[in-house]
C-alpha cells in the first residue's frame, strides 16, 4: 500500500555532507516509526536511524553524532542528514515504516575521493 522513493544521493568527498529525503504515498507516516537503512553489496543491511511518531530518534553507534534523522509528517516525507561523510558510508539508502516489508528502489550515496 505505502510507496516510498529515496532521492538525494551522490558522490561526495570524505567529510563532506549529504541530505537524503523519503517521501510516502498512498498511506500518511504520522502513525508510524520510520526507519532508515543501507546496503552495499557484500555487506548486511544496516539500520542507520529510526524515529518514532512521537520524534524520538535512534543511531547505530557508526552514525551517531553524524547523522540527523527527521521528519514532516504533514508532507508525508522524512530526512536524513548525513555529515563527516567517510567511504564506509557508501551504499544505496533505503527508507520504510518499521515492521513493513515494502522497499523502495533506494537512492546511491557514494563517498569517494
Known amino acids: 500500500q505505502?510507496?516510498?522513493?529515496?532521492?538525494?544521493?551522490?558522490?561526495?568527498?570524505?567529510?563532506?555532507?549529504?541530505?537524503?529525503?523519503?517521501?510516502?504515498?498512498?498511506?500518511?507516516?504520522?502513525?508510524?516509526?520510520?526507519?532508515?537503512?543501507?546496503q552495499t553489496p557484500g555487506r548486511q543491511r544496516e539500520l542507520v536511524a529510526s524515529i518514532t511518531p512521537g520524534r524520538s530518534t535512534m543511531y547505530p553507534s557508526s552514525t551517531k553524532g553524524r547523522f540527523t534523522v527527521s521528519r514532516d509528517?504533514?508532507?508525508?516525507?522524512?530526512?536524513?542528514?548525513?555529515?563527516?561523510?567517510?567511504?564506509e558510508d557508501t551504499g544505496v539508502y533505503y527508507c520504510n515504516p518499521m515492521g513493513s516489508a515494502t522497499w523502495g528502489q533506494g537512492t546511491q550515496v557514494t563517498v569517494s575521493s
Not at 6 to 31: F, H, K, M, Y
Not at 73 to 87: V, Y
Request: aromatic fraction near 8%; hydrophobic fraction near 35%.
Open 2 to 38: 505505502v510507496q516510498l522513493v529515496e532521492s538525494g544521493g551522490g558522490l561526495v568527498q570524505p567529510g563532506g555532507s549529504l541530505t537524503l529525503s523519503c517521501a510516502a504515498s498512498g498511506r500518511n507516516i504520522s502513525d508510524y516509526a520510520m526507519a532508515w537503512y543501507r
Open 73 to 87: 509528517d504533514n508532507k508525508n516525507t522524512m530526512f536524513l542528514q548525513m555529515s563527516s561523510l567517510q567511504p
